[in-house]
């Protein structure tokens, strides 16, 4: 038997018809839920939301439990399908942290005979990011916001492991609530809506025929890239970590944006590599946080003594013309490259431009020089000093 909707006002239990048009509610002030789960029963405050999943309002639990709290948010919608997804996970992630928890689940029958499908979740008391920020005055500083992001990752982590894809990282589905207490500032990220979240069989990704534009990888909105893979989902929590950089979500970040961030050129081109080249995005949110959390090591110049068979590029303003030095580095018998690649062996740094892309040490070629030994491969550092001396030498 489905459970009753009562009215709070009257005390007399009775059906209540609402009908589901667009831009009515489907719950009203003062109706109290009853869980026929639980046996909870939950009053309703007001609306404080909408969306593609349905609608969300404030409540308030009736009576005791020690597991559900006083206040929570219950998200109601007329579908199936992102209710059992929704659902699915709660009950995965139930425990973890850095996850809206679900506490209560359960459909109800109408008079009308439609279904209204319920969730019972915690409740962030200041809202969702974007909403957040928009009320704030400045963005949040570097530690906190490395702190923040890194521990949103471990929630997507938990997903990647198990081959699941999220695709729907935006600042709206990203919630704050309370810190720990004597924390500054007292607020900890939490992640919640897994609507759209989808297994999938193998590492090639899952067809995206659903996402939001606002944070969706601009491959696949043009349809370059034919399936969502982690890579995208990256690609998302870039752009989160942007935004909070910036303090401001209403637009998302570009690349060209990063320069001018407010932060160290290091997490400038952990952004910059999350929102360029897809293929040179991290490949997981483990690869992330690993990023986050340990700097990489100087770029410092090596010791060469020949450059006959090396495969060599150039990065910087060189106080000789870039052609003069191309010339006397092929004279001296190197290969020369336009960019690092994975034959590179070494690369001739010169001085660095005011306008890289992420800041005076994560120029496009140094990012890719470093994307490039964490995947092994070994590539010396020269400075155009040795440069000169080893193209003179010959």
Same mark, same amino acid.
Request: glycine content about 8%; proline content about 5%; charged content about 30%.
């Given at each position: 038997?489905?459970?009753?909707?009562?009215?709070?006002?009257?005390?007399?239990?009775?059906?209540?018809?609402?009908?589901?048009?667009?831009?009515?509610?489907?719950?009203?002030?003062?109706?109290?839920?009853?869980?026929?789960?639980?046996?909870?029963?939950?009053?309703?405050?007001?609306?404080?939301?909408?969306?593609?999943?349905?609608?969300?309002?404030?409540?308030?639990?009736?009576?005791?439990?020690?597991?559900?709290?006083?206040?929570?948010?219950?998200?109601?919608?007329?579908?199936?399908?992102?209710?059992?997804?929704?659902?699915?996970?709660?009950?995965?992630?139930?425990?973890?942290?850095?996850?809206?928890?679900?506490?209560?689940?359960?459909?109800?029958?109408?008079?009308?005979?439609?279904?209204?499908?319920?969730?019972?979740?915690?409740?962030?008391?200041?809202?969702?990011?974007?909403?957040?920020?928009?009320?704030?005055?400045?963005?949040?500083?570097?530690?906190?916001?490395?702190?923040?992001?890194?521990?949103?990752?471990?929630?997507?982590?938990?997903?990647?492991?198990?081959?699941?894809?999220?695709?729907?990282?935006?600042?709206?589905?990203?919630?704050?609530?309370?810190?720990?207490?004597?924390?500054?500032?007292?607020?900890?990220?939490?992640?919640?809506?897994?609507?759209?979240?989808?297994?999938?069989?193998?590492?090639?990704?899952?067809?995206?025929?659903?996402?939001?534009?606002?944070?969706?990888?601009?491959?696949?909105?043009?349809?370059?890239?034919?399936?969502?893979?982690?890579?995208?989902?990256?690609?998302?929590?870039?752009?989160?970590?942007?935004?909070?950089?910036?303090?401001?979500?209403?637009?998302?970040?570009?690349?060209?944006?990063?320069?001018?961030?407010?932060?160290?050129?290091?997490?400038?081109?952990?952004?910059?590599?999350?929102?360029?080249?897809?293929?040179?995005?991290?490949?997981?949110?483990?690869?992330?946080?690993?990023?986050?959390?340990?700097?990489?090591?100087?770029?410092?110049?090596?010791?060469?003594?020949?450059?006959?068979?090396?495969?060599?590029?150039? %990065?910087?303003? *060189?106080? =000789?013309? /870039?052609?003069? @030095?191309?010339? #006397? !580095?092929? +004279?001296?018998?190197?290969?020369?490259?336009?960019?690092?690649?994975?034959? %590179?062996?070494? *690369?001739? =740094?010169? /001085?660095?431009? @005011?306008?890289? #892309? !992420?800041? +005076?040490?994560?120029?496009?070629?140094?990012?890719?020089?470093?994307?490039?030994?964490?995947?092994?491969? =070994?590539?010396?550092?020269?400075?155009?000093?040795?440069?000169? +001396?080893?193209?003179?030498?010959?």
């Amino acid at each position: 038997m489905p459970a009753t909707i009562s009215n709070a006002t009257t005390r007399t239990t009775r059906s209540i018809h609402v009908p589901i048009a667009r831009g009515q509610q489907l719950l009203i002030s003062g109706q109290v839920v009853e869980s026929p789960e639980t046996g909870l029963r939950y009053r309703v405050d007001r609306l404080i939301g909408e969306g593609g999943f349905g609608q969300a309002y404030l409540a308030r639990r009736v009576g005791r439990s020690a597991d559900v709290p006083e206040w929570i948010c219950i998200k109601v919608s007329a579908r199936i399908d992102g209710w059992i997804r929704e659902a699915y996970f709660g009950q995965l992630l139930d425990g973890h942290p850095r996850a809206i928890r679900v506490f209560d689940l359960f459909p109800l029958m109408r008079a009308d005979g439609q279904v209204l499908y319920y969730l019972v979740l915690e409740y962030a008391p200041h809202g969702d990011l974007a909403a957040f920020l928009r009320r704030a005055e400045k963005g949040w500083t570097e530690p906190v916001v490395r702190r923040e992001i890194a521990g949103i990752l471990e929630v997507l982590r938990k997903l990647h492991r198990g081959q699941t894809l999220h695709r729907d990282l935006t600042p709206m589905n990203l919630f704050v609530c309370d810190g720990a207490p004597g924390s500054k500032p007292s607020y900890r990220l939490k992640l919640g809506d897994f609507g759209i979240a989808r297994q999938q069989s193998d590492t090639r990704g899952i067809t995206a025929t659903t996402m939001n534009r606002m944070t969706a990888p601009s491959d696949l909105l043009d349809r370059a890239a034919p399936k969502w893979q982690a890579r995208d989902d990256v690609y998302q929590v870039g752009q989160l970590l942007g935004m909070l950089i910036r303090g401001d979500a209403r637009e998302r970040i570009r690349t060209l944006d990063v320069r001018r961030l407010r932060c160290s050129d290091h997490l400038k081109e952990i952004v910059h590599r999350c929102i360029g080249e897809r293929r040179k995005r991290y490949e997981s949110a483990e690869e992330m946080i690993d990023a986050l959390r340990n700097p990489p090591a100087p770029l410092k110049a090596g010791v060469l003594r020949t450059l006959k068979g090396v495969h060599l590029a150039f %990065t910087g303003i *060189l106080t =000789r013309r /870039r052609s003069d @030095a191309i010339r #006397a !580095a092929k +004279r001296a018998g190197a290969i020369v490259h336009t960019g690092p690649s994975v034959k %590179t062996s070494v *690369l001739v =740094r010169g /001085r660095p431009n @005011a306008q890289q #892309a !992420a800041g +005076r040490d994560a120029g496009l070629k140094l990012m890719e020089i470093r994307r490039l030994r964490e995947k092994g491969h =070994r590539i010396m550092l020269l400075n155009e000093t040795q440069f000169w +001396r080893l193209a003179i030498r010959r």
